[in-house]
């Protein structure tokens, strides 16, 4: 099992820059996939990013990329997310899973262990 726990929330102007963390405990980390979602106030959790065992494919949601960077660090177990040029639609609760028991994604699997989550606020 894999506990997460994510930071680097904030409130941010729009056009602005936040990198988001998730520390993971347990000894699976390395070897699965991990994500980013986020859920908006009344809208329903949404797919933000994936990232593969090893680092080296990464997945992304339409609405971010180009946007969006999703990266591992596997000897620090923790998971960032770099968001650049923010608009106010960015704005959620922005939450870290593992896919257990996958090293590369898989669109159709369920996402799980997850954290608590982070607020991102960007204003306009």
């Known amino acids: 099992q894999v506990q997460l726990v994510e930071s680097g929330g904030g409130l941010v102007q729009a056009g602005a820059s936040l990198r988001l963390s998730c520390a993971a405990s347990?000894?699976?980390?390395?070897?699965?996939?991990m994500g980013w979602f986020r859920q908006a106030p009344g809208k329903e959790r949404e797919f933000v990013a994936a990232?593969?065992?090893?680092?080296?494919?990464?997945y992304y949601a339409d609405s971010v990329k180009g946007r969006f960077t999703i990266s591992r660090d596997n000897a620090e177990n923790t998971v960032f997310l770099q968001m650049n040029s923010l608009k106010p639609e960015d704005t959620a609760v922005y939450y870290c899973?593992?896919?257990?028991?996958?090293?590369?994604?898989?669109?159709?699997?369920?996402?799980?262990?997850w954290g608590q989550g982070t607020q991102v606020t960007v204003s306009s």
């Open positions: 347990g000894r699976t980390f390395s070897s699965n996939v």
């Open positions: 899973a593992a896919q257990i028991p996958h090293s590369e994604y898989v669109p159709s699997a369920a996402f799980g262990s």
């Open positions: 990232i593969n065992w090893s680092g080296g494919r990464a």
